[in-house]
Structures are given as C-alpha cells and as structure tokens.
C-alpha cells in the first residue's frame, strides 16, 4: 500500500515539476479557456501540453459521462476521430520501408477487384487526399442512409466495387476522402495477413509507448475509462452515438498523454522511427504544379509565423485537435466530449498565449499569396448566390455588419468577417479565405476561396428564366447502379417534390432547365438526350460529384 501512495507522489511531483515550465499566469490564461466546462452537468474534456519532451500542462474538465456522473481526466479514453489517418499512414509507410509494398504502387496491385477508373489511382494519391475517389458518408447520404446507420469498411469496399467514375483525374486536385484511409486498411491486411487493430497494436502502439491507444472497430464495445459523447440542443445534452464502426480514417481512441508522444516523434524521434516520421511529412504537388500542404494524414501549415503539423477529428460527439510546432518543440492535444467544444479555437487560443508572434515571420498565419484589390467593395456589392461547381450554389447575404454564408448543398451556414481589401474570414478558422473580384455592373463576379494551400473558384451565378418551364417533364423514378438506390421526383400542388424510400418526401427546387436543388441530398443535374428527352439526372453533394441516375421508363 506504502508503494502505491509513493509512486502516486513520485508522478504528482513529476506533473508539479514539469507544469512549473509554464508561468503561474499562462496557466491561469489556459485554465479559463475551459470556465464553462466546469459547470453542473456539463461534458468536457482533457488537455496536454508539452514542451521540449516535457509534459508541461495535463488537465482535464467536465463530466466523462452525464449518466453516472463521472469526470473526465487526464487518463480518460476519447475518440479521436480522424486524428487516426496519421496512425494509418505510418502503418502504410512501414510496409513500405520494409519492401513490402510501395506507396507509388497501383492500388488494383493490392486490391485487384477495385474498378478500373481509366486512371492510376496509387497509396500516394489517397495519402494526400488526391485520389478523386468519392467519400464514404457523400456515397452513402446519396443512397439514402440516414447519420445514424451503422457503417463499416465492408459497406465501403461493396459500393466500390460498383462505383464507375471519379470525381477527378487523380492528383488533379486535393478532395478531403475518408474512402482512401479505409481502402488502405484492406491494402495492410492483404499484406500483412492481420487483422488492422491488432497489427497497429503490435507494430505501431506498443512500439511507441502509446497503452492507452487502439482501433475501435465496433462502435458498442465496452471498453473501461473511455468517455460518453454528448450533442447539446438549446440547454440540454443528448447522446450522440458514433454509429460509425470503420477504421482507417477514424476510430482510434487515445489519451492526451499517449498522442503527446506520438507528437514528440515529429520533433525528437528516436532513431528508429526517424526515417517514417519525416515521411509522414512528405508533400506533392498536384498535377499542375500547384501546392498541396496535405501531407501522410497531416496538415503542414503555419501559425503565429511557426511551421507547424496539426490535424483535427469529429465522430459522433467527440471532437479532438493534435498539433506539434517542430522548431519549438511546442505540442498541444485536446480531446472532448461533446460536440460544440470547438478543440481548433482552443488550440489557436494556448498557442496565443505561449508563443509570441515569429518576427521572421510577415503574417500570423500561412496563408496562401492573395491578390488584394486596392478598392474594398461595399457588402451589398458582394451579396448573391455564386456557383462552386454545376447546381453547387453558395448564397451570400448581409447579416448585421458581416456577410453570412449560406450552403445550399448541405444547409450549412456562418458569418465570414473582412480582414483585407476583400478577403473575409471566418473567425473561428482563419485557415480558410473568401476574396471576392472582378467588379461589373456594381457587382462582384467571382468568389475564389484558399484552403489548405488549394483554390477553388466560383462565378457568380445569374438565375434562369423558369416562367416557361413545364415541371412534368422532369416527373420519373432514376435509379442508381453504382448507389443501389432509387429517387422519386414527383409533382405535387404544382411543386416538385422527391421521394425516397428511408426519407419520405422532400422539397426539390428548380434553380435552371437543367439544373435541381434536392434538400438533403444534393445539386442535381439534368441529362438529356438528342431530342430533349430526359434520360436521367446526376448529383452531386460536395465530395461525392457526378453519381449517375438513370431515368426508369
């Protein structure tokens, strides 16, 4: 019993002695950022910090379980989320270093059924998210699953096999997939004849020194000490169940301490893990030559003028941020519980208050080269719908003193704030930049947004004349082959409306000839044959594009 209290003073005396490295106000500063989670009844979460291989800040607030009471701490078990790719990456890249597979291989080399798209798909292009396969959750909202199916790689790998096209060329763009992380789950396990949980254990994890981490592969197993997420409505919580049982992309639970040792990898590896670390630094450009900052399940980009290597994961209620800044030594984890936390704003908000801004550095924060306009033009010459991609329309409004993005894709809506001429922000992500241009007619013509190094541009999208268009010809049932689904667009009191078996009916908006707006599933658009007859319609959600329906007759 002597030797339990003493190895307890022992670790209290170690975490003393390494949170003394923080200043008594940076800690106050960082323990205020979590005042709300402190509150009767509330979820929260847990906290590491570490500098220069020493722990220097490990809490943890709120409840683990609303149920029974329970608080989290610093040991309690979370769900990552997709801060799991990293793990899959490193499994892939091993493989790789021992000779075993390659990461320019054809994936059809490893997974000889997959279709063959016309192009070369490698392990490379789904590491970096430049694959143009289409994304699990995209694939399956489009067949009609509701978010609280169960889904697994087994329901990936089958509607794969039936899938015909990409949403681009490989390497032609960076897409963010969920289908690429869980195919190389198959690819390990066609290699290395295991099961992937118990593979990343022996090979990964325990290497590592990381205990308390592991692929959950079903989303009711029970394991001890791991927390309960929670979605809050209005002032209540609920459970929020992550249905979700794949693995590869998500699904690997683990503590702030564990994942600050893999962190530490990244700054100080041991010698033999140094050569896999930096290769899950390796980026490519795409096709054109431009850059893609989406390295092997990492983000590479900079804060306060520092490089740093971050990523951040959600799955049911539980969202999660790791990040490390190399030449600081500096690595920051949270991981919570419940759905609103906002773990990204956190990690920003520690960052401020232990690093000072890099006066080698011109900006706060990466970003990629922005043109800014001499003239700043006034929010109502920025207001209206533009177009990302054909039927893919985002609404721009005035909302008090900003503007305010509406999605119409998936109903998705947030304020973005001016910063630069005419560059908006959203203030919780600065990552992402909104610059509107090309002013005529007192208007602006063109919304280009810069993400992750990448830049999608969007036109400003003029409304069609529909008073002559005649709805019944767009009345019929489409069936999808690769989806396995069938839709109903149907006429109803002079409105179309859509019709699917585990959805009911639903609004479909006319927004041209050929283009529809089907709520909760998508911009649709028309195909029609040499004489104007419909023969079937193609949707597309965001990161699922172009999934063909052919028109039943």
Same mark, same amino acid.
């Given at each position: 019993?002597?030797?339990?209290?003493?190895?307890?003073?022992?670790?209290?005396?170690?975490? /003393?002695?390494?949170?003394? &490295?923080?200043? *008594? =106000?940076?800690?106050? !500063?960082?323990?205020? #950022?979590? $005042?709300?989670?402190? %509150?009767?009844?509330?979820?929260?979460? /847990?906290?590491?910090?570490? &500098?220069?291989? *020493? =722990?220097?800040?490990? !809490?943890?607030?709120? #409840?683990? $379980?609303?149920?029974? %009471?329970?608080?989290?701490?610093?040991?309690?078990?979370?769900?990552?989320?997709?801060?799991?790719?990293?793990?899959?990456?490193?499994?892939?890249?091993?493989?790789?270093?021992?000779?075993?597979?390659?990461?320019?291989?054809?994936?059809?080399?490893?997974?000889?059924?997959?279709?063959?798209?016309?192009?070369?798909?490698?392990?490379?292009?789904?590491?970096?998210?430049?694959?143009?396969?289409?994304?699990?959750?995209?694939?399956?909202?489009?067949?009609?699953?509701?978010?609280?199916?169960?889904?697994?790689?087994?329901?990936?790998?089958?509607?794969?096999?039936?899938?015909?096209?990409?949403?681009?060329?490989?390497?032609?763009?960076?897409?963010?997939?969920?289908?690429?992380?869980?195919?190389?789950?198959?690819?390990?396990?066609?290699?290395?004849?295991?099961?992937?949980?118990?593979?990343?254990?022996?090979?990964?994890?325990?290497?590592?020194?990381?205990?308390?981490?592991?692929?959950?592969?079903?989303?009711?197993?029970?394991?001890?000490?791991?927390?309960?997420?929670?979605?809050?409505?209005?002032?209540?919580?609920?459970?929020?169940?992550?249905?979700?049982?794949?693995?590869?992309?998500?699904?690997?639970?683990?503590?702030?301490?564990?994942?600050?040792?893999?962190?530490?990898?990244?700054?100080?590896?041991?010698?033999?893990?140094?050569?896999?670390?930096?290769?899950?630094?390796?980026?490519?450009?795409?096709?054109?030559?431009?850059?893609?900052?989406?390295?092997?399940?990492?983000?590479?980009?900079?804060?306060?003028?520092?490089?740093?290597?971050?990523?951040?994961?959600?799955?049911?209620?539980?969202?999660?941020?790791?990040?490390?800044?190399?030449?600081?030594?500096?690595?920051?984890?949270?991981?919570?519980?419940?759905?609103?936390?906002?773990?990204?704003?956190?990690?920003?908000?520690?960052?401020?208050?232990?690093?000072?801004?890099?006066?080698?550095?011109?900006?706060?924060?990466?970003?990629?080269?922005?043109?800014?306009?001499?003239?700043?033009?006034?929010?109502?010459?920025?207001?209206?719908?533009?177009?990302?991609?054909?039927?893919?329309?985002?609404?721009?409004?005035?909302?008090?003193?900003?503007?305010?993005?509406?999605?119409?894709?998936?109903?998705?809506?947030?304020?973005?704030?001016?910063?630069?001429?005419?560059?908006?922000?959203?203030?919780?992500?600065?990552?992402?930049?909104?610059?509107?241009?090309?002013?005529?007619?007192?208007?602006?013509?063109?919304?280009?947004?810069?993400?992750?190094?990448?830049?999608?541009?969007?036109?400003?999208?003029?409304?069609?004349?529909?008073?002559?268009?005649?709805?019944?010809?767009?009345?019929?049932?489409?069936?999808?082959?690769?989806?396995?689904?069938?839709?109903?667009?149907?006429?109803?009191?002079?409105?179309?409306?859509?019709?699917?078996?585990?959805?009911?009916?639903?609004?479909?908006?006319?927004?041209?000839?050929?283009?529809?707006?089907?709520?909760?599933?998508?911009?649709?658009?028309?195909?029609?044959?040499?004489?104007?007859?419909?023969?079937?319609?193609?949707?597309?959600?965001?990161?699922?594009?172009?999934?063909?329906?052919?028109?039943?007759?």
């Amino acid at each position: 019993m002597k030797s339990k209290h003493l190895l307890f003073l022992l670790v209290s005396l170690s975490l /003393a002695s390494a949170q003394a &490295q923080l200043s *008594e =106000v940076q800690s106050q !500063k960082i323990d205020s #950022l979590f $005042s709300t989670w402190t %509150q009767a009844n509330h979820p929260g979460g /847990a906290i590491g910090i570490m &500098q220069k291989g *020493e =722990v220097v800040y490990s !809490k943890a607030f709120g #409840l683990a $379980s609303l149920e029974y %009471q329970v608080p989290n701490t610093a040991g309690t078990i979370f769900n990552s989320g997709s801060i799991s790719k990293q793990f899959t990456a490193i499994g892939i890249v091993l493989l790789h270093q021992k000779g075993l597979l390659s990461v320019d291989d054809d994936i059809r080399k490893h997974l000889p059924d997959m279709p063959d798209f016309g192009h070369i798909i490698t392990i490379r292009h789904m590491l970096h998210h430049t694959s143009g396969m289409r994304s699990l959750h995209a694939m399956l909202g489009l067949a009609g699953w509701r978010d609280d199916d169960s889904r697994t790689n087994e329901d990936l790998y089958r509607f794969m096999l039936n899938q015909k096209e990409l949403n681009f060329t490989p390497g032609d763009e960076f897409l963010y997939c969920n289908t690429g992380y869980m195919l190389m789950v198959n690819i390990i396990e066609n290699v290395t004849k295991e099961k992937f949980p118990q593979w990343m254990k022996a090979n990964v994890f325990d290497p590592l020194g990381m205990p308390n981490t592991y692929i959950e592969d079903r989303y009711d197993r029970i394991i001890p000490n791991n927390a309960t997420s929670y979605n809050k409505a209005k002032e209540d919580f609920f459970r929020a169940v992550e249905y979700w049982g794949y693995v590869g992309s998500g699904n690997a639970h683990s503590t702030t301490t564990d994942l600050l040792t893999w962190l530490q990898n990244f700054n100080a590896p041991s010698t033999n893990w140094k050569s896999a670390f930096k290769m899950l630094k390796t980026t490519d450009t795409l096709n054109d030559g431009s850059e893609n900052n989406y390295a092997f399940g990492v983000f590479l980009d900079e804060a306060k003028g520092y490089k740093r290597i971050q990523h951040g994961g959600a799955i049911g209620g539980f969202r999660a941020y790791a990040s490390t800044y190399p030449d600081e030594q500096l690595s920051i984890t949270v991981l919570t519980n419940f759905s609103s936390s906002s773990p990204g704003n956190i990690e920003r908000n520690i960052a401020n208050i232990l690093l000072k801004i890099n006066p080698k550095s011109t900006t706060e924060n990466a970003k990629p080269e922005i043109p800014i306009t001499q003239m700043t033009y006034p929010l109502t010459q920025l207001t209206g719908k533009y177009e990302i991609q054909s039927g893919v329309i985002a609404n721009i409004s005035v909302e008090k003193d900003s503007l305010h993005v509406l999605q119409e894709w998936n109903k998705s809506e947030y304020n973005i704030y001016n910063t630069n001429g005419n560059t908006y922000e959203k203030p919780e992500n600065t990552s992402v930049q909104f610059v509107f241009s090309e002013l005529k007619n007192k208007v602006a013509q063109m919304l280009t947004v810069y993400q992750n190094g990448n830049k999608t541009e969007a036109k400003r999208y003029i409304e069609e004349d529909l008073s002559s268009i005649n709805l019944s010809d767009y009345i019929g049932r489409f069936y999808s082959p690769e989806l396995e689904s069938t839709l109903d667009i149907i006429l109803e009191d002079d409105n179309l409306m859509g019709h699917h078996a585990r959805h009911g009916d639903f609004p479909i908006k006319l927004q041209g000839n050929n283009t529809l707006e089907i709520s909760g599933f998508g911009s649709v658009e028309i195909v029609r044959d040499t004489k104007n007859i419909i023969t079937g319609i193609k949707i597309s959600n965001g990161r699922a594009r172009n999934v063909w329906f052919e028109k039943q007759k």
